[in-house]
């Protein structure tokens, strides 16, 4: 009787497991995906620095395209390379391929951040692992009293639902997968273009399979 009944309880609890795992599966099936949550208008935004603490290191080159979804996928780009008052140290360098005289007289962060602030509006800015770039975005909008209030959306959800098997999802890893080059990679208006077709290929892959859905 004891072994009729234990049987039946670990069977019944592996029916269990398995029903709320099915449960599971269906409500993750049905819940929006990241990609179909994003606005018709959105600014892709990409940073390039001197290192990794915001509290110590600078920025060095910015870069933003505002995207227009209902208004015939209009783009619009700005970029540009950031006076740091300080020498590109060479593993920066050798990263991103920024060197010292390429930014040496060019625009301090104090302006650029205002010329950024104004291209982008109060339109939602998305990043590629938005926690680094706002912490330098937030501290150099506080130097010139300004205020960053913008709806903050981080892609690197999107890039897992687009690809789940990836090996990682490094932004140069997923252009590859993509089919894309990364000649020009960790330069922020390159990057804001791969998180740019990062999201139109999670949409179309989206549209894709629920036009298979439905068929």
């Known amino acids: 009787t004891h072994t ?17 795992g099915l449960a599971l599966f269906l409500l993750i ?10 606005p018709a208008h959105f600014v892709v935004v990409d940073i390039e620095t001197t290192g990794l603490s915001a509290n110590t290191e600078s920025i060095i080159e910015i870069a933003a395209i505002k995207v227009r979804l209902d208004e015939a ?14 020498e590109v140290p060479p593993i920066i360098t050798q990263l ?24 982008v509006g109060p339109d939602p800015l998305v990043f590629y692992f938005a926690e680094f770039d706002m912490k330098f975005l937030r501290k ?3 130097a010139v009293g300004r205020a960053i209030n913008n709806p903050v959306i981080d892609a690197v959800p999107i890039a897992h639902r687009a690809f789940p098997r990836a090996p ?18 960790h330069r922020a208006l390159h ?23 439905s068929a």
């Open 4 to 20: 009729m009944s234990a049987l039946f309880s670990s069977g019944w609890t592996g029916f269990a497991a398995a029903a709320i």
């Open 29 to 38: 099936l049905r819940r929006p995906s990241p990609v179909s949550r994003l």
């Open 73 to 86: 996928n209009h783009y619009a780009a700005h970029a540009a390379l950031v006076d740091p008052g300080r």
């Open 96 to 119: 991103t391929g920024i060197t010292s005289d390429m930014v040496r007289g060019r625009r301090g962060i104090d302006e650029e951040i205002q010329a950024f602030l104004d291209f």
């Open 140 to 142: 150099a909008a506080r």
């Open 168 to 185: 990682d999802h490094k932004l140069t890893t997923l252009s590859n997968l993509m089919g894309l080059s990364n000649a020009g990679a």
């Open 191 to 213: 990057d804001c273009l791969t998180t740019l077709r990062l999201i139109q290929y999670a949409r179309a892959k989206e549209t894709q399979g629920r036009n298979l859905g």
